[in-house]
């Protein structure tokens, strides 16, 4: 019993934490996609270390549509849903419905990369067509020779992330056209299974985001697609606004929960930080920056609910 | 004269002191038993926390989908529009990895068993036994980690078709894992055996190993099985080393090659995607939770009838 | 009658003794393979892991940089879970053991909660994260919070801690006990003060050993939902958390995605050893020390 109140006087004396802060306390708890979760991730991690120590940020990665259920409730849920989609007629259906006002925040711009195994030196670059033929249950191609002549003789081994992932979506909507996915595909919840995955297995080809390629160069090839006017590399220069890769170029977004921004002074200094760096932090997770405008746009548009806010709160205090 | 009656009053007080005492004394006394009577209950309450939560949202879950297509169906797609929710993919899984992992724990944990009860000098048994208890308290997320970055990329280099998640690898660590359950339980089984019975073997003109393999071994069967049905249920109900190196594809297939996921692999991969609530989704949760305990149950309790009816008495 | 035939048993002899050495050396290979995967399980995780063990990766925080990580917030949430675990399965575990050995009636009843604590012993240990997950972090509205994981993980424990305990009040001998009454004493004075201060030394034994499966255990803590990036330190039970076994899943299963987390899961693996080590040798030193003889 003496060990353990020891144990105790000693945890309630560590547990103080030095770091940077102005009052700020509070979490701020974040959800979503995948894909946006480094670049989340590394934000979240900023401002607890540089700004606000006493801010618990906590970033998760169930994916878009998972993210949106958890989002959308009627108390409580998360404070922000990363998507690398936009968000859906019937979610913001649901989000009226539950009074919830709901701000569009654009953090990055992404392209989806078709990535192949490192062995694979026979499709290093692929047509637009070739692509979605080799994803769609009726595009027939089973072997690579299938794709084109010369290709090896064996089967495809078509990965992807699974349907909780805005991405799949994205891939599935605006890239195959809503038609259905080749049935044998491995879809995975994980990324990093994804990546290690393709890198494992010699024939297979996946999609996932700029980011997750560009961090496993040494493991991973990109295919470079022909939209008609040559193949076009994904690089952080092509995935740009209105760069060459612009068909398989997206952009993403966090869904910020304005009235919980209003009442919690520390979901909005981090929602303006977020945009305030998103930038920078951007091109260091893989994604290209957001024109600077439009993220100057947004961070006036969230100062503007400070002022509401500071009012509020100085009548309270 | 003084120091008697001093000695008098002093004891006196204590016999105040103590009749005074006894009011509380017997009020503690009293409720004491009926204290710990209520403590010993919680052990039962969380057995029926356990039963009801699984139950009441496997009630729900059979609302949303028909017993014949979960324990019938071979296809398992949770998410997506058309779900599918068959659990033969996840029973196969969980099968076919305790499977592996017998194989290797019930040979080597019971040949370690008759080394050690039979064999060993009392020198070699005390440096020996307490190295495979530490095997016993190595945490199964470091199984797992070995599994993932040692076990499977090895075997890769020996079975070209192996893919990089697959049931193999597991299944073979979780069988070292077992192996000094299987060994600790037999090896007591096999030392309450009395020596007499050895001895007159012995006498016999029988060799070590045959007074083992017709004697002793018959003698402690009732333990040496109790210890492998037990060693069953805990590969049954293990959860890290599958999940980390095992993938969670749900194909329903018998090739130890491929990735498989286990009942256990399917509950730690949809709580991290953290179902909504109220989703059917969520509630197949509780129904394959409630697969996996009732497996694991009717295996312990087979565990304990074995030993008790089947205890050969001496 | 028939008579053993010597000479055939004489020839058979050569046989059966060479078999029985053979086999003798096949069983000390098995008892063997064992530790022969213990010692490369260790060289693997002591090479890929302790290179990166400084005081730098003890005392930071975590972070997405595979430099800057650091394990101190997982290992202060190991000590507050411990700090919730530790008295809750004390108080249950013993309490049950003073019960079931000290006052239970031999009977259906006393042998019912004697089964009923063997099947909890055998019951996966992520049942019980459901079990926790659906009734401390939801039905209660704990969350994700110490005191939640730390209730769970009791629970699962608690087996453990009865069975030890039991044992050790069973090998107080009835002597002692006899004694006491014999000087008056009531029943609850006679545990209080004879048989449990005898007992102590196996009833720690137990409570250690279950303090280890709690630190080692990740498969609960997985379904109550721990967060893969913790920054900020727990100051209290009510705060999140996140423990050693949880960072090595995480960084073991993003190992594809940054190579060098596998690295950092290996060097938590040895700090998680580590700690097991130093508890189980408490554990023995207690057992071999203050272990009466009477």
Known sequence: ?????????????????????????????????????????????DYMVNKEINVSVEVSRSGTSAGFKKFLVQDGGTDFNDASRSIKEE?????????????????????ITIVTNKENDWATELTHQEVIDIFLASGGKKKWSDVREGFPDEPIKTYGPNENHGTYEFFWETILEEQDLVDDINLQQDYATLVDLVSKQKNAIGFFGYGYYESNKDKLNA????????????????????????????????????????????????????????????????????????LQASVEYLEGLKSVNGEENSSNK | MDNEQNRDLKVREMIQQNKQNVSLNSVTEKLMPRFLFVVAIISIITTIGIVITLLTETVHFFRDVSFAEFFTGTELSPLGSDAEFGILPLVTGTIISSTIAMFVAIPIGLMSAIFLSEYASEGVRRTLK??????????????????????????????PGLEPTNILSPGLVMGVMIIPMIASLSEDAMSSVPNAMREGALALGATKLETTWRVVIPAAMSGIVASFVLGISRAIGETMIVTIASGSSKNFTFDVTQSMQTMTAYIVEVTGGEAPAGSTLYYSLYAVAMTLFVFTLIMNLIAQYISKRFREGY | MKYVDSAQVQKNMGGRLRTNQIMKILFLISTLIGLVVLVVLFYRVLADGLGWINMNFLTNRLSVDADRAGIMGAILGTLWLMLVVAPVTMFLGIGTAIYLEEYAKKGRFQSFIQTNIANLAGVPSIVFGILGLTVFVRGMGLGNIVLAGGLTMALLVLPIVVVASQEALRSVPQFLREASYGMGATKWQTIKKVV?????????????????????ETAPLTVIGIPALLIPFPDSILDKFTVLPMQIYYWTIDSALVAEYSNLAAATIVILLLILLIMNSIAVIIRNKFQKRF
Do not use: H, W
């Not at chain 1, 989000?95 to 392209?111: P, Q």
């Not at chain 1, 939209?227 to 760069?243: A, C």
């Open chain 1, 1 to 45: 019993m003496i060990f353990l109140s020891m144990l105790f006087v000693f945890l309630t004396a560590c547990g103080g934490d030095e770091g940077n802060s102005t009052g700020l306390e509070g979490s701020v708890v974040i959800d979503g996609s995948g894909t946006v979760y480094p670049l989340m991730a590394r934000l979240a991690e």
């Open chain 1, 91 to 111: 979610e913001l259906a649901e989000a009226e419905k539950l009074g919830l006002s709901v701000k569009e925040l654009k953090v990055a711009l992404d392209g």
């Open chain 1, 223 to 294: 295919v470079k697609i022909d939209f008609g006017n040559g193949p076009v590399e994904p690089t952080l220069e092509t995935i740009k606004e209105d760069g060459a890769y612009a068909p398989f170029t997206r952009p993403v977004f966090t869904y910020l929960k304005e009235g919980v921004a209003k009442e919690e002074p520390q979901v909005l200094d981090f929602a303006i930080y977020a945009m305030k760096n998103a930038g920078t932090a951007a091109q260091k997770t893989g994604f290209a920056p957001v024109p600077e405008k439009e």
């Open chain 2, 130 to 159: 307490p190295l495979l208890e530490v095997l016993a308290g190595i945490p199964t997320i470091v199984y797992g980690f070995f599994a993932f970055t040692f076990v499977t990329p090895l075997l890769r280099t020996i079975i």
């Open chain 3, 196 to 216: 449990l201060p005898a007992a102590i030394p196996g009833i720690l034994t137990g409570v250690i050993l279950a303090l280890s499966r709690a630190v080692g």
